[in-house]
């Protein structure tokens, strides 16, 4: 899984933030906000991200379809992650590194994490 572009996170990050279905034409005029965006460009990079398998499509809204991510924000970050992970030829070594650059309160969650999956891991 790959890093996404800019106008790629940026609508990405709006239906997370949102967490609801939404057009084209809402993410389009949202980013117009902040910044010029011609209709075309969204429509077309959202198809792209339906594409890759990151927006799925609901029903139509009118002729317009109704987009919403495929995963969470967090799951996509975990992806990321994994696919860092994969590159290492010593996944260990790759791991201290990333925990080296964390700040208390990660590594708290971290702890966390790892014991709520050693929990459930167990039969």
């Known amino acids: ?17 949102w967490d609801r279905p939404a057009t084209v034409r ?3 005029d949202d980013i117009n906000e902040t910044r010029p965006v011609a209709y075309t460009t969204v429509m077309t990079v959202t198809n792209i991200l339906f594409t890759k398998g990151l927006l799925l499509r ?3 809204q009118g ?7 495929a ?3 967090e ?4 992806a990321l992650m994994e696919d860092g992970l994969g590159i290492s030829r010593d ?7 990333f925990v080296e650059n964390m700040t208390a309160e990660e590594i708290d969650a971290l702890r966390k994490a790892l014991r ?3 929990r459930q891991a167990k039969p």
């Open 1 to 17: 899984m790959r890093r996404l572009g800019h106008l790629e996170a940026e609508i990405m990050d709006r239906l997370w933030t």
């Open 26 to 28: 809402e993410i389009v």
């Open 58 to 60: 609901d029903d139509r």
């Open 63 to 69: 002729r317009a379809w109704l987009y919403r991510p």
């Open 71 to 73: 995963r969470s924000r």
């Open 75 to 78: 799951a996509y970050a975990a």
């Open 91 to 97: 996944r260990p070594a790759a791991l201290m590194h």
């Open 116 to 118: 709520s999956v050693g």
